[in-house]
């Protein structure tokens, strides 16, 4: 009897729960929508949220969408190669011999009985064998969760998502987000309050996508989130301290990266290779390798799309898709260190630290010194079949992804991309460095390709060209240049003069070349859009009051507003009310 009073009293405790008005007021929230979610946003900038990131978001679905499609081709194609070996298996047995004799061509060590067949195959165990479960997704810094809504309502393959977060107020705002989207957010996502380097680490290989997006460095999430993907699954990485990748304080950016940065035109390059090797290098002390699918540089951050792996002997190549960069302090030439190289010999392959240096002590275009950086990922930071096919799917479904015209340009621009070319070089930094007027796009990758070598843009600079030319190369072309567009004579010390001092070996021709426009150009496809408002950039970390200081990050307008009502609010006289005039912003 007293387990059913117990029963009835809490029925009617959730019952007059129930019977309460809702704990907050809806008049305090905003309510944003963003794809198919929509969230609560406290006015007080309680709970991180970042308008300009909607590109992030947009580039992580439609990533993630081709990710399943991809892994469902992968289980088809592994499910079809071993039904294959097994009916070979079959077939070899049941064309043996009659009396149970082993074939000539069946090798069996001495002493030990030879099968015919009798005993049964064993069942194949693992992901390949039966059908391919949904993938399980964690954010692990989820903030008000907007994220996570967008993976369950947007991507409907998805089993579960797991939203974390270690701040009180993130976790209780991304339930109030959660149950605010209906069933199926409800049915799809987790919200947990818990630091998320301890439950990845708790969580070792259980989700096939793990999502960073922190405020700041990742650096310190990298080491559990390797471990806490399946294999083959994806890991998703931003990184928005790019004072730090791309600054002037090379030790802050060696301490949380393994990586001392180079400050050149192709710095935010740099900065993707820089965490693209700091991720291979955590998967590394566990057997484990990255292969990246796509790597953005957008706005105020970058972000990585890497896949993980676990194989010891590929792990073993690690040092082949890593160099050092030796960039002169005068011309901005530069030039990569590999870190390691192979020896092949018949069927055995030695792995055997890099030849070096690949420089000599000073320049051999104006006789400056080099600073040495690295080291970076050199390999490819994109598969190109994987951008084809995103980019094929934004198109084809552009009604569900608000910054269509944003993603699709960055994705174009990257299709046509030299995969294999490590870093690039500006136009007007070589214009810069001989005092000269830069040559048009047009007619440098004309007389780059004229010249028998590859060209391309890249997605992170509109001034910068991707080419597999050496750098002797391009100062002849910009010497053929200068004869014909000549310069004020310089000071003979300048590393302008003394480039321009010397004669150039190659003869370049300036002649329009057929492929110096890309598809994009030709076609007068968008590729660098311009921001869509103002002040679209990095906000305010989320607890933080908003004073009139802020007003580079959020505009005059939003911090009038949030003045404006805190004065509302306050019951104090004027006299101790905070010194904040709102006139003085405007």
Known sequence: MGSVEETKTGEEEMQQINKKPPPFDLNDYTIIKEGEAEILMHKKNEVFYNKAQVNNRDMSIAVLRTFISKRKEEHEALLSKRMNKASKKENHASNGTSNGECEASQETPEGEPCSNGAEPEKPVEGKGQGQLKPPRVLEALSASGLRALRYAREVEEIAQVVALDNDKASVEACRRNIKFNGAVAGAKVESNLADARVYMLTHPKEFDVVDLDPYGSPSVFLDSAVQSIADGGLLMCTATDMAVLCGSNGEVCYSKYGSHH??????????????????ESHANRYKRYIVPVLSVQMDFYVRVFVRVYTSASAMKNTPLKLSYVYQC??????????????????????????????????????????????????????????????????KATKHRYPAFNRISAVLTTISEELPDVPLFVSLHNLGGTLKCT??????????????????????????GLKTDAPMDVIWDIMRCWVKNHPVKEQSPDQSGSVILAKEPVLQANFARAVASLSKAQAKKVARFLPNPERHWGPKLRAGRTITSKHVSLLGAEAVKEVLNGHEQETEEPQGKRQKIDPASIS
């Open 329 to 394: 302090v005068g011309c901005d030439s530069f030039h990569l260190q590999p870190i390691g190289r192979t020896l092949s010999k018949n069927t055995s392959v030695r792995y055997l630290p890099g030849f070096g240096p690949v420089v000599p002590q000073e320049c051999s275009d104006c006789g400056k010194k080099y600073n040495m950086g690295g080291p970076i990922w050199s390999d490819p930071i994109h598969d190109q079949d994987w951008v084809a096919s995103i980019l094929a799917d934004v």
């Open 438 to 463: 830069s040559p048009s796009a047009v007619i440098f990758r004309s007389a780059v390709i004229n010249a028998g070598y590859r060209i391309s843009g890249t997605h992170v600079n509109p001034l």
């Open 262 to 279: 180079l400050r050149g035109k192709y710095c935010h390059e740099m900065a993707l290779r820089i965490v693209l090797a700091c991720i």
